[in-house]
């Protein structure tokens, strides 16, 4: 098995080709054509997924956000980023990300969000193009929108919305009186979405990152900060489930420290 054999089902799944221009996805430690006898799935690639790599005998490391975003002036232990990189090269442990890539397809971050708030008539939020998957012309794009079965009270919403992503606390903007059924989202830092979210009809628009002002909400508009670590680490599980899928026998597994991984502490 080579990085190149478990990378064309990654990409099978979420290509290269629609990532957004500023992105990173993609293999950026190691050699396509490198040996892999081991994966280890994350969320982030920090010191410590890489040690856990190195623990259990994978040799390649596929996380959803980039390992490296922008060119690196110095690759020094005193930077996490850095000190990531020298013990990936040092152990001879590929690097891939699946990052907008695994955002922009309707099976992937914003889809996932979608299936645990038990939304129907789920269409991309703002479509970007089409892929052909199994022979099947699909529509890609950033965030998603789709309908509650029936609509729910702000209150209700709220619960809802806890309840699906493990939540005990979201930042939310002011109630409406309305109630909810149309809801939009958008995994990870969605702010840029908002009017597009309210473009589609959507009363309620989830996502991670929101700005102080971005709660300044018009009415009939409601917005909520779910986090952004909260909001995607779903994708985890989905890219575990399609390696898995594909190779049976193969080992693949998910970081030990997956839950715990988010750099941010609700104190």
Not at 103 to 114: E, F, L, Q, R, Y
Request: net charge negative; charged share 20%.
């Amino acid at each position: 098995m080579t990085v190149r054999d478990i990378t064309a089902v990654l990409e099978g799944f979420a290509p290269l080709s629609i990532q957004e221009k500023w992105d990173n996805s993609g293999l950026c430690i190691g050699s396509p054509d490198q040996e892999v006898h081991g994966i280890l799935l994350g969320f982030d690639c920090t010191p410590a997924l890489i040690d856990e790599a190195v623990a259990v005998g994978a040799d390649l490391v596929v996380t959803h956000h980039p390992l490296i975003f922008g060119g690196l002036k110095r690759i020094v232990p005193e930077d996490p980023v850095g000190l990531a990189v020298i013990k990936a090269v040092r152990a001879g442990i590929a690097v891939y990300a699946a990052h907008t890539t695994a955002d922009k397809v309707p099976s992937g971050v914003s889809g996932a969000m979608a299936r645990r708030l038990g939304l129907e008539n789920v269409s991309i939020l703002e479509p970007d193009g089409t892929r052909f998957l199994d022979g099947t012309e699909e529509t890609v794009g950033l965030g998603v929108v789709g309908d509650w079965p029936e609509p729910l009270s702000c209150e209700e919403a709220l619960a809802r919305v806890k309840e699906a992503f493990g939540l005990k606390n979201v930042r939310c903007s002011r109630f409406i009186p309305e109630k909810i059924r149309r809801v939009a989202m958008c995994g990870g830092s969605g702010s840029s979405l908002i009017e597009a979210a309210r473009a589609s009809g959507a009363q309620l628009y989830l996502c991670g990152d929101v700005s102080y002002h971005h709660f300044f909400t018009p009415p009939g508009f409601v917005l909520m900060d779910i986090g952004h670590f909260e909001s995607e680490v779903e994708i985890v599980d989905i890219l575990f489930s399609l390696l898995r899928k594909k190779f049976p026998t193969f080992a693949v597994r998910v970081s030990n420290a997956l839950k715990d991984s988010n750099p941010i502490q609700y104190l």
